[in-house]
């Protein structure tokens, strides 16, 4: 058979050539010469890092890192604001002081602070906001004063004997809910009418100028009051907003 031969010959041709072709691989070794320059262009070529390395790959493409999430805290009432624990979460209450202002120019300058009119969830906070007025008040001519805040009178209670007192008004601030916020005082809420402003559809807080002095009309410090809602003699205002 012609085969075997000329399968060596194959073999033996491409051996040779891929000698010529590599050198650099060693298998062809020639001259003196010819081995230092291999070796020196080699090692010259190893100090500019292009020896016999695979291609250069490119980097797959920066990929930008997402946005880290603003570290964790405990949402905060601002400076000067009085904060209180809620089920429904952490509460914020400022008293200001109006001058005299109805009810809905005080509502308006709450919406500046990003807040309403205050609603009261608990005892503790109509107490709280009615000491925070009496110092305002105190502060700036004392004498009886009355807070607004939030509320206003339910349907259908438009007489004073329509609804039980607990059920005559609800909370307009969006978050506070339940009436043990409220405490009435004598007749309250009465209702009372006025043909320029007709019914008492807002809510006011009561303030005496020190414990154990009684409010306007007798009443008790920190007790509600329904209130025309035009009445400008009301002189302070309680803001409310949860915490952020
Ligand atoms: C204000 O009250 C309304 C409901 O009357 C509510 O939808 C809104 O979220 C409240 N705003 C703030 C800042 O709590």
């Given at each position: 058979?012609?085969?075997?031969?000329?399968l060596?010959?194959?073999?033996?041709?491409?051996?040779?050539?891929?000698?010529?072709?590599?050198?650099?691989?060693?298998?062809y070794?020639?001259?003196?010469?010819?081995d230092?320059y291999?070796?020196?262009?080699?090692?010259?070529?190893?100090?500019?890092?292009?020896?016999?390395?695979?291609p250069?790959?490119?980097?797959?493409p920066?990929?930008?890192?997402?946005?880290?999430?603003?570290?964790?805290?405990?949402?905060?009432?601002e400076?000067?604001w009085?904060?209180?624990?809620r089920?429904?979460?952490k509460?914020?209450?400022?008293?200001?002081?109006?001058?005299?202002?109805a009810?809905?120019?005080a509502?308006?300058l709450?919406?500046?602070?990003?807040?309403?009119?205050?609603?009261?969830?608990?005892?503790n906070?109509?107490?709280?906001?009615?000491?925070?007025?009496?110092v305002?008040?105190?502060?700036n001519?004392?004498?009886?004063?009355?807070?607004?805040?939030?509320?206003?009178?339910?349907?259908?209670?438009?007489?004073?004997?329509?609804?039980?007192?607990?059920?005559?008004?609800q909370?307009?601030?969006g978050h506070?809910?339940?009436?043990?916020?409220?405490?009435?005082?004598?007749p309250?809420?009465?209702?009372?009418?006025r043909?320029?402003?007709?019914?008492?559809?807002?809510?006011?807080?009561?303030?005496?100028?020190a414990?154990g002095?009684?409010?306007?009309?007798?009443?008790?410090?920190?007790?509600?009051?329904?209130?025309?809602?035009?009445q400008?003699?009301?002189?302070?205002?309680?803001?409310?907003?949860?915490?952020?």
């Amino acid at each position: 058979m012609r085969l075997l031969p000329l399968l060596l010959i194959s073999l033996f041709v491409i051996t040779v050539v891929s000698g010529i072709i590599y050198p650099g691989d060693g298998g062809y070794g020639g001259g003196g010469g010819r081995d230092s320059y291999y070796s020196s262009s080699s090692s010259s070529s190893e100090e500019h890092g292009h020896g016999h390395r695979p291609p250069h790959r490119p980097r797959p493409p920066h990929r930008p890192r997402p946005p880290r999430p603003p570290p964790q805290r405990d949402p905060e009432c601002e400076d000067g604001w009085m904060t209180f624990d809620r089920p429904q979460g952490k509460w914020c209450i400022k008293v200001f002081n109006g001058g005299n202002l109805a009810q809905y120019t005080a509502q308006a300058l709450c919406q500046n602070h990003g807040a309403n009119l205050t609603g009261l969830q608990t005892a503790n906070e109509r107490v709280q906001v009615a000491n925070a007025g009496r110092v305002i008040s105190n502060a700036n001519g004392g004498g009886f004063a009355e807070i607004w805040i939030s509320g206003t009178r339910r349907p259908g209670c438009n007489r004073r004997t329509d609804c039980a007192p607990m059920n005559t008004f609800q909370w307009t601030d969006g978050h506070t809910t339940g009436t043990d916020g409220m405490y009435w005082p004598g007749p309250e809420p009465n209702a009372f009418w006025r043909n320029d402003w007709g019914n008492q559809n807002c809510l006011e807080l009561h303030v005496s100028v020190a414990d154990g002095r009684a409010a306007r009309y007798g009443y008790p410090h920190a007790s509600l009051d329904d209130q025309h809602c035009p009445q400008t003699e009301v002189r302070l205002y309680a803001c409310g907003k949860l915490a952020k």
